[in-house]
């Protein structure tokens, strides 16, 4: 069973990784209470269209509740932080647009408030091929110059590296979103002595967890680095292929 996010083009049966993020006055705040999740399907419009009524004006979209998860199964990762494993299991899960609802309380005397996010599963993705996968794929982060003591994320790109053949494009890019992402950053110093390697390491293909599409974000703590340069790669998995990046730097300054 796969561990995905919500942006990571899941399928029925995977796991996916629901998150909260909460911020009062731009700062990581607890809040005081999630009571429960309700997991809502999209659902059709109410007339749906038919040979008797083709073109419904008076259609509207009702959303179905599928399951409600209570708050005791919500894990606080951190100050202001917390998320929560949905197994979508057939049949209870289909194919479709669903709507994660939070009820949450910011004080004991607050009134439950929701907040709703939305993710969607897809069908299975499958190929049939006569080749094997050919193909590689670039890797663009952003930022390459921080200053020391700085605590930020690495946005990381993932782009395939293929001809623009629509379809060939987006099998390729469904790739670079359903593949596991793990990031290398090493103290660049130059011809070091052997020994040295594993002490400049500080990042050591460590998995990216949060996903949003080709897009991810790495969160990095500078403040106990040396100032200098660093080398930072990126790998990933697919149909039995490894593709490791080449090296990029960045300046801690």
């Not at 299991?89 to 910011?106: E, K, L, M």
């Not at 996968?133 to 590296?161: A, E, M, W």
């Not at 390491?201 to 080709?214: G, L, S, Y």
């Not at 200098?228 to 490894?242: K, L, M, Q, R």
Request: include cysteine; charge should be negative.
């Amino acid at each position: 069973m796969k561990i995905v996010t919500r942006n990571q083009n899941p399928v029925i049966g995977d796991t996916i990784a629901l998150k909260l993020y909460s911020r009062n006055s731009n700062n990581f705040a607890d809040l005081y209470n999630i009571d429960h999740i309700d997991i809502m399907l999209e659902n059709c419009p109410v007339e749906c269209a038919n040979d008797h009524n083709p073109n419904p004006i008076a259609a509207h979209k009702v959303d179905t509740l599928i399951q409600t998860i209570p708050g005791s199964e919500v894990k606080k990762c951190c100050t202001g932080i917390y998320d929560v494993n949905l197994v979508t299991s057939a049949p209870t899960y289909v194919v479709g647009n669903y709507h994660d609802v939070w009820y949450v309380q910011f004080t004991e005397q607050d009134v439950l408030s929701p907040f709703r996010q939305d993710f969607k599963l897809n069908p299975d993705l499958w190929v049939l091929s006569g080749t094997p996968v050919v193909y590689s794929f670039d890797f663009r982060f952003t930022p390459n110059r921080i200053r020391k003591g700085s605590k930020k994320h690495l946005v990381i790109q993932i782009i395939p590296n293929v001809p623009r053949a629509t379809d060939l494009f987006k099998y390729y890019e469904n790739i670079a979103i359903s593949s596991e992402l793990r990031i290398n950053i090493e103290l660049n110093c130059g011809q070091c002595v052997p020994q040295e390697a594993d002490l400049r390491k500080v990042i050591d293909n460590e998995r990216v967890f949060e996903r949003d599409k080709v897009f991810s974000y790495y969160f990095i703590d500078t403040c106990d680095w040396e100032c200098g340069i660093y080398d930072v790669w990126f790998e990933i998995d697919y149909a039995g292929s490894t593709d490791i990046s080449p090296r990029q730097q960045f300046q801690l300054f």
